[in-house]
């Protein structure tokens, strides 16, 4: 298993679903222990009773089944699925109405979907907020030269019970890029990559969890960008600059 796990880590994000597809059939008796550690790229499903779109991922789904997060019905449809509370429910219909104004607000379109559950292990619960940008040249996102290109990001956040004003909130975040350009003035060009970081935090829950777990994904996500830049980006620069150095540039090294 720990083999497994270094593989995938090393596997580029728009192959790790065939990847995967092949550790299962070798290892079938690791099967569900991959499926949950193993971050994917998301895939889009349509919400027929409303005709919105949801993400699909292990957090919303039982059987073969998805459980859309506007209707709260199984896609197909399932018996005896696994549902969440009704307090958790109604603070699952807010998080979705928010995070499609901070998707729109930072991704410009995409598709996003927030799961909430109860936690087993304490009177808590579990948030998963998804978000997927498609920026191939057939989709809306498209930017430039891109020929190929998407953006994946999962954050689960775990959140204690109240205690006195307080709660105790752990947020995983896992961001996936790929990106590929094929045009006679850039060339065929491919990059991609994941990374992944951890934040915790004690918070008054005064102002609400939502709230709360919203500046924790703001925060993160803003050094999840910023640290993909100077590692894939930046990197990339600095070994095209180096092999054909622009004669109008001056030279140039990252820090």
Same mark, same amino acid.
């Given at each position: 298993m720990? %083999? %497994?796990?270094?593989?995938? &880590?090393r596997i580029p994000p728009k192959h790790t679903e065939t990847a995967l597809s092949a550790l299962i059939s *070798?290892?079938?008796?690791?099967?569900? @222990?991959? *499926?949950?550690? #193993?971050?994917q790229p998301l895939q889009v499903l349509c919400d027929v009773d409303n005709g919105r779109e949801f993400l699909l991922c292990d957090y919303n789904r039982d059987a073969d089944s998805y459980r859309s997060p506007w209707s709260n019905k199984? =896609?197909?449809? /399932?018996e005896g699925g696994h549902y969440p509370s009704l307090e958790l429910r109604a603070l699952e219909i807010e998080a979705n109405d928010v995070f499609t104004v901070y998707r729109d607000q930072y991704y410009e379109g995409g598709a996003s979907s927030v799961y909430l559950w109860e936690d087993d292990d304490s009177e808590g619960f579990v948030a998963c907020f *998804?978000?997927?940008?498609?920026?191939?040249?057939? %989709? =809306? $996102? &498209? &930017?430039?030269?891109l020929n190929e290109g998407g953006w994946d990001a999962i954050h689960v956040i775990? #959140? $204690?019970p109240d205690v006195e004003g307080? %709660? @105790? !909130?752990? /947020?995983?975040?896992t961001v996936m890029l790929s990106m590929t350009?094929? =045009?006679e003035t850039s060339g065929t060009f491919s990059l991609s990559g994941s990374i992944r970081r951890q934040m915790k935090a004690e918070l008054s829950v005064a102002d609400g969890h939502l709230c709360n777990m919203g500046k924790m994904i703001e925060e993160l996500e803003g050094k /999840?960008? !910023?640290s993909l830049d100077q590692v894939y980006f930046g990197k990339t620069k600095e070994m095209i600059w180096t092999l054909r150095p622009p004669t109008d540039l001056p030279s140039r090294r990252l820090p």
């Open positions: 720990e %083999a %497994a796990m270094g593989l995938m &880590r *070798l290892l079938p008796t690791y099967s569900s @222990d991959l *499926l949950s550690q #193993v971050d199984y =896609h197909p449809p /399932l *998804l978000i997927k940008k498609d920026g191939s040249k057939y %989709a =809306h $996102g &498209r &930017r430039g030269y775990q #959140v $204690g307080m %709660a @105790d !909130y752990c /947020l995983t975040s350009t094929d =045009h /999840l960008r !910023y």
